[in-house]
């Protein structure tokens, strides 16, 4: 499409890569030349651009065009979709948001819209959406993400800042020369190394951990699932019981205190309520002393395995790694305070190659070393509603309008719920126990959908606005996270009546006179240049000099040069904790934390502690099983499930499930076999795979399959039918999708 004399490019959350196109048609994508280790995700699309699953058109569903707003929402998901011209589905849209802010006021507008959209920086569907709702009066927003609530929460508490030391995770260079020993607490899964927000370049977190193995490092992979940790490293696998990491860092804590092993100067200098801690630690304000034994009998680890490896960590250079899953559980907020205290204990914050690191599990840029880039976003403007929810929220606040919640030290209630729009996220993916979710959704009078594929998020909606692909627009792929910055080039034409989200919201802006302020004027090919050119100046700032627009279009990539020198999480801080405070109160981090004290939740107390999860195989019935429900290999959550590389993992059209064989032979169930996993909540139907790379009384089955209800079972193998939709607790109320028990039997026939 566009006249560039070079390969098109595209770029997305799972890599780079160039694009063949033929006739008008892409007709595959070629890795990027600069990846050594590409990830295969990005082939899914080609067979689904177009076809069936394709929304090519605006469309209505029937009772709600027939009855108007409010008709039937229980029918969503089932009734029929009437396709409709672009000028009445804006003079639809338009009309209504008109009715509800009058009737009901912005607040009654839920637009939090959570979700991983695509990469491009113009096409960022939330930005999009909010930034068109704010000049017509504002919504109500979601604070915190599904991918640590608890820890954006609970760690500003104890550290100042939370994506602030992420955004700063010490280098993968520094694990592999200053570590010896690399205990990784949901294991670091190459699965999710794929993935990183808003473009990956060159995918390196393979390399990170063979070059550190190779160099001598020592891994611990403390995981239900042995495969969360590559072969190749020899990690010693700690397989506990999920939902136990507290008890078990307790135990290592108390070998630590009870053997003097703990690093007092450190502690003196750098934390504040250490005491109060070890006091919990030792037993004496809770009558248990939290030793190896006690921890053994939770998490069924050894005691022995413990104290042997509380006294390595002791006498190691020792990174301590949390998976992000870790905050995805019932009290959430713990895992990682005690992982911070213990690493705290250690003495090692700050020194390279050791401490703590949050998420080298997740994400290719965690540990990549990288220099700080700020660059420019697409403006979301001011929004005057103050109505929030914590983003897992979702449901209780369509079933309970003006129902209290808490949420860090305040009390705040649920808005009165009108009218959902969603661009750029699924909910009927991301969402826990969708069967009740899916009764509050019946509730709103009317839900706007911005998708371009039939998902189950456009097939419960009332008008679903039909957008592009990144294959179909021109966009920046520019992460401050990566050092790639990569165009975006226009592939094809927009199909079927496909628009831009910007251009959806541009029309709508049109019909309530709006159009001004939402666009200031500029085209999207001026909104991109004007991106490019802000952020260039913001890099020149930094010291780097990114090349004119002119250069870069030629071009098509650019690197921004490393760092000089490695990153150390917290380095400043060691150096100089009087000139380099924290953002804590005392300045230092806070094992104790007199703020949250304050708060005075019975779920979430002053210094780090082991709750019981609502759900863990510590008080399941017999023939219960803990479901963890991660990250899919083969897609980025429910993106391209119906695509090709998906779809290949499914041959029997139903997600896999993988189950010890002991657990397996107990049930009667064999290889192969469809099953039924079932609770109270739901049911999800999945093909059986035997392994015995995961602990007895787990499976593990991906989420990302595309929700299929037949009454309370998905037949696709959706786990989130099964999964516990309940607060972390009253600080972060962050989603649990981990702590989930679930039994599993043969499907029936047919
Ligand atoms: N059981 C369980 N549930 C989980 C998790 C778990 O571990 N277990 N993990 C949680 C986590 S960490 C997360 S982050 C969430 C992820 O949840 P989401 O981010 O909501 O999931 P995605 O499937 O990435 O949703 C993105 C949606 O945007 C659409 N889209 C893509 N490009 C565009 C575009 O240009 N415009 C518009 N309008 N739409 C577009 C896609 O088609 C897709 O429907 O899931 C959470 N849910
Ligand atoms: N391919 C791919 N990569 C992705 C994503 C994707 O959808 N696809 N999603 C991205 C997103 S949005 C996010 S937030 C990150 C998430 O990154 P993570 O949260 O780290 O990813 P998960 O795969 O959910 O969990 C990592 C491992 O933790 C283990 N685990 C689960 N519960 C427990 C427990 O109680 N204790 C211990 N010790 N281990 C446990 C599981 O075995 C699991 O494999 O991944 C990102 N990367
Ligand atoms: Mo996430």
């Given at each position: 499409?566009?006249?560039?004399?070079?390969?098109?490019?595209?770029?997305?959350?799972?890599?780079?890569?160039r694009v063949d196109v033929d006739d008008g048609r892409v007709t595959g994508l070629r890795d990027f030349e600069q990846d050594g280790d590409p990830s295969p995700?990005?082939?899914?699309?080609?067979?689904?651009?177009?076809?069936?699953?394709?929304?090519?058109?605006?469309?209505?569903?029937?009772?709600?065009?027939?009855?108007?707003?409010?008709?039937?929402?229980?029918?969503?998901?089932?009734?029929?979709?009437?396709?409709?011209?672009?000028?009445?589905?804006?003079?639809?849209?338009?009309?209504?948001?008109?009715?509800?802010?009058?009737?009901?006021?912005?607040?009654?507008?839920?637009?939090?819209?959570?979700?991983?959209?695509?990469?491009?920086?113009?096409?960022?569907?939330?930005?999009?959406?909010?930034?068109?709702?704010?000049?017509?009066?504002?919504?109500?927003?979601?604070?915190?993400?599904?991918?640590?609530?608890?820890?954006?929460?609970?760690?500003?508490?104890?550290?100042?800042?939370?994506?602030?030391?992420?955004?700063?995770?010490?280098?993968?260079?520094?694990?592999?020369?200053?570590?010896?020993?690399?205990?990784?607490?949901?294991?670091?899964?190459?699965?999710?190394?794929?993935?990183?927000?808003?473009?990956?370049?060159?995918?390196?977190?393979?390399?990170?951990?063979?070059?550190?193995?190779?160099?001598?490092?020592?891994?611990?992979?403390?995981?239900?699932?042995?495969?969360?940790?590559?072969?190749?490293?020899?990690?010693?696998?700690?397989?506990?019981?999920?939902?136990?990491?507290?008890?078990?860092?307790?135990?290592?804590?108390?070998?630590?205190?009870?053997?003097?092993?703990?690093?007092?100067?450190?502690?003196?200098?750098?934390?504040?309520?250490?005491?109060?801690?070890?006091?919990?630690?030792?037993?004496?304000?809770?009558?248990?002393?939290?030793?190896?034994?006690?921890?053994?009998?939770?998490?069924?680890?050894?005691?022995?395995?413990?104290?042997?490896?509380?006294?390595?960590?002791?006498?190691?250079?020792?990174?301590?790694?949390?998976?992000?899953?870790?905050?995805?559980?019932?009290?959430?907020?713990?895992?990682?305070?005690?992982?911070?205290?213990?690493?705290?204990?250690?003495?090692?914050?700050?020194?390279?190659?050791?401490?703590?690191?949050?998420?080298?599990?997740?994400?290719?840029?965690?540990?990549?070393?990288?220099?700080?880039?700020?660059?420019?976003?697409?403006?979301?403007?001011?929004?005057?509603?103050?109505?929030?929810?914590?983003?897992?929220?979702?449901?209780?606040?369509?079933?309970?309008?003006?129902?209290?919640?808490?949420?860090?030290?305040?009390?705040?209630?649920?808005?009165?719920?009108?009218?959902?729009?969603?661009?750029?996220?699924?909910?009927?993916?991301?969402?826990?126990?969708?069967?009740?979710?899916?009764?509050?959704?019946?509730?709103?009078?009317?839900?706007?959908?911005?998708?371009?594929?039939?998902?189950?998020?456009?097939?419960?909606?009332?008008?679903?606005?039909?957008?592009?692909?990144?294959?179909?627009?021109?966009?920046?792929?520019?992460?401050?996270?990566?050092?790639?910055?990569?165009?975006?080039?226009?592939?094809?034409?927009?199909?079927?009546?496909?628009?831009?989200?910007?251009?959806?919201?541009?029309?709508?802006?049109?019909?309530?006179?709006?159009?001004?302020?939402?666009?200031?004027?500029?085209?999207?090919?001026?909104?991109?240049?004007?991106?490019?050119?802000?952020?260039?100046?913001?890099?020149?700032?930094?010291?780097?000099?990114?090349?004119?627009?002119?250069?870069?279009?030629?071009?098509?990539?650019?690197?921004?040069?490393?760092?000089?020198?490695?990153?150390?999480?917290?380095?400043?801080?060691?150096?100089?904790?009087?000139?380099?405070?924290?953002?804590?109160?005392?300045?230092?981090?806070?094992?104790?934390?007199?703020?949250?004290?304050?708060?005075?939740?019975?779920?979430?107390?002053?210094?780090?502690?082991?709750?019981?999860?609502?759900?863990?195989?510590?008080?399941?019935?017999?023939?219960?099983?803990?479901?963890?429900?991660?990250?899919?290999?083969?897609?980025?959550?429910?993106?391209?499930?119906?695509?090709?590389?998906?779809?290949?993992?499914?041959?029997?059209?139903?997600?896999?499930?993988?189950?010890?064989?002991?657990?397996?032979?107990?049930?009667?169930?064999?290889?192969?076999?469809?099953?039924?996993?079932?609770?109270?909540?739901?049911?999800?139907?999945?093909?059986?795979?035997?392994?015995?790379?995961?602990?007895?009384?787990?499976?593990?089955?991906?989420?990302?399959?595309?929700?299929?209800?037949?009454?309370?079972?998905?037949?696709?193998?959706?786990?989130?039918?099964?999964?516990?939709?309940?607060?972390?607790?009253?600080?972060?109320?962050?989603?649990?999708?981990?702590?989930?028990?679930?039994?599993?039997?043969a499907a029936e026939a047919g």
């Open positions: 499409m566009t006249e560039l004399d070079r390969d098109l490019l595209t770029a997305n959350h799972w890599g780079t890569y995700i990005g082939h899914g699309i080609i067979d689904v651009l177009e076809g069936p699953t394709r929304i090519t058109a605006p469309m209505v569903r029937k009772s709600w065009l027939e009855g108007g707003p409010g008709t039937a929402g229980e029918k969503r998901g089932e009734d029929d979709f009437v396709a409709v011209s672009w000028e009445e589905a804006n003079r639809l849209v338009a009309g209504e948001l008109d009715r509800v802010r009058r009737e009901h006021g912005n607040e009654a507008i839920y637009a939090g819209s959570y979700g991983w959209a695509s990469a491009g920086r113009f096409h960022h569907a939330q930005s999009q959406l909010k930034r068109f709702l704010n000049c017509i009066g504002g919504y109500t927003d979601s604070k915190n993400t599904y991918s640590f609530a608890a820890a954006e929460v609970v760690v500003p508490r104890v550290l100042g800042t939370f994506r602030g030391h992420l955004d700063r995770s010490t280098s993968w260079e520094t694990i592999a020369t200053d570590c010896d020993l690399f205990v990784a607490f949901g294991g670091v899964p190459l699965k999710n190394g794929q993935i990183s927000p808003g473009g990956v370049g060159a995918h390196v977190q393979k390399a990170g951990l063979t070059t550190a193995r190779k160099a001598g490092v020592d891994f611990v992979n403390v995981s239900p699932i042995r495969s969360d940790l590559l072969d190749t490293v020899e990690a010693n696998w700690l397989a506990l019981r999920p939902g136990t990491d507290v008890a078990l860092m307790l135990a290592l804590a108390h070998v630590l205190v009870s053997e003097g092993l703990q690093d007092q100067a450190f502690l003196d200098r750098y934390t504040v309520g250490f005491d109060r801690f070890a006091a919990y630690v030792r037993g004496e304000t809770d009558g248990i002393a939290k030793t190896p034994d006690w921890a053994a009998e939770i998490c069924e680890i050894p005691a022995e395995t413990l104290r042997d490896l509380a006294r390595r960590m002791a006498t190691s250079r020792t990174m301590i790694s949390v998976a992000w899953a870790l905050t995805r559980q019932d009290h959430g907020e713990q895992p990682f305070w005690t992982a911070i205290t213990l690493a705290a204990m250690l003495g090692r914050i700050g020194l390279p190659g050791a401490g703590i690191g949050f998420g080298y599990s997740a994400m290719n840029n965690t540990g990549l070393a990288r220099r700080p880039m700020h660059y420019a976003s697409f403006p979301q403007g001011r929004n005057p509603v103050k109505s929030f929810i914590p983003v897992a929220r979702v449901t209780e606040m369509l079933e309970s309008p003006g129902a209290p919640f808490d949420y860090d030290g305040e009390r705040h209630s649920y808005p009165d719920i009108r009218l959902v729009w969603w661009a750029g996220g699924n909910p009927f993916h991301h969402h826990q126990d969708l069967n009740r979710m899916r009764k509050a959704w019946a509730k709103p009078e009317t839900i706007i959908v911005n998708e371009w594929c039939w998902n189950a998020l456009a097939r419960h909606a009332d008008i679903v606005l039909p957008c592009t692909t990144a294959l179909e627009r021109a966009d920046i792929a520019m992460s401050p996270k990566d050092p790639f910055l990569v165009s975006m080039d226009k592939a094809i034409d927009p199909v079927g009546q496909a628009r831009d989200d910007h251009e959806i919201f541009r029309g709508i802006a049109a019909q309530m006179g709006v159009e001004a302020a939402f666009t200031e004027g500029r085209s999207a090919e001026e909104w991109r240049r004007w991106l490019w050119d802000v952020s260039r100046q913001q890099a020149a700032r930094e010291g780097v000099e990114l090349p004119d627009w002119q250069a870069f279009q030629r071009d098509g990539w650019f690197k921004v040069p490393a760092p000089e020198a490695p990153t150390v999480m917290m380095d400043a801080f060691r150096a100089d904790p009087e000139a380099n405070p924290l953002a804590t109160p005392s300045g230092r981090i806070e094992i104790y934390s007199e703020t949250i004290a304050g708060f005075g939740y019975g779920d979430c107390p002053g210094h780090p502690a082991w709750m019981e999860p609502a759900e863990w195989l510590g008080k399941a019935e017999p023939d219960q099983l803990h479901m963890i429900s991660n990250q899919p290999h083969n897609k980025l959550h429910s993106q391209l499930d119906h695509g090709s590389v998906s779809q290949a993992h499914r041959p029997k059209g139903v997600e896999p499930v993988t189950m010890h064989p002991d657990d397996a032979a107990a049930r009667g169930l064999s290889e192969g076999q469809i099953v039924r996993i079932h609770n109270a909540r739901g049911a999800c139907r999945a093909e059986l795979r035997l392994s015995d790379t995961i602990r007895p009384g787990v499976i593990q089955i991906a989420t990302g399959t595309w929700y299929d209800p037949d009454g309370d079972t998905c037949l696709a193998g959706n786990p989130n039918t099964l999964t516990l939709d309940k607060g972390t607790s009253s600080l972060a109320q962050g989603p649990i999708a981990h702590s989930c028990l679930v039994k599993v039997e």
